[in-house]
């Protein structure tokens, strides 16, 4: 028994002899773990607040597209890019104040915000979609080289023909009848490879690549 009693008195002085050692070393590692978690779960908090409140102005902002007021849309989408840059709210937010600012006939302003979502947004369909109407609008306003450098980004496969068709309209439109032409071929086989993944049938977009390949006059 006295035997054990002193077995017992060594192990409790080792760990003395170690908590003076590492015992520092160890509260201070456990103060960190728990300021860690506290961390974690306030900034979960500001997450949930954050994305709270821009979609509870993201739903005022879709209110006032429904009742067609302009202004109120461009304003709810400034507060929201503003305030809650970081949300996907914003990035839909911008998407939608682009479409309302180029029906009003301000495509610039249009195509900063669409600029804007595809830089920002989290979501790569998204950003996708943003650059897509960015660079329609920059067509429309004949700024080609620059709508044919957003579209050199590649795009997920769902945006791939859409890309494709609109690089071979502006090389259509430059005069490169031969570049076109490999565009819309590029086209037609994104939406053929689309089609097949998603066992859909032949629609009518064919048809118009088709057409517009053709259009663009045969190769040299």
Sequence with gaps: MATYDLEEQEKIEELKTWWKMHGTLVTAAVAALAVAVVGWQAWQWWQRSQTGQASQLYSHLQQALEQQDTKRVRLLAGELIDRFPATGHAAMAALLSGRVL??????KSAAAQFGWAARHAKD??????AR???ALVLVDEKSYDEALKLLAVPPAPTFAARYQELRGDILAAQG??????????EAIKALEASRQAEGLPPGP??????AKRDAAGARS
């Design 132 to 134: 897509l109407r960015q």
């Design 102 to 107: 180029l029906e009003s006939g301000d495509p």
């Design 176 to 185: 490169k009848g031969d570049e076109a032409r490999a565009a819309y071929d």
């Design 205 to 210: 977009y064919l048809e118009i690549l088709q």
């Design 124 to 129: 790569a369909g998204t950003r996708d979609l």
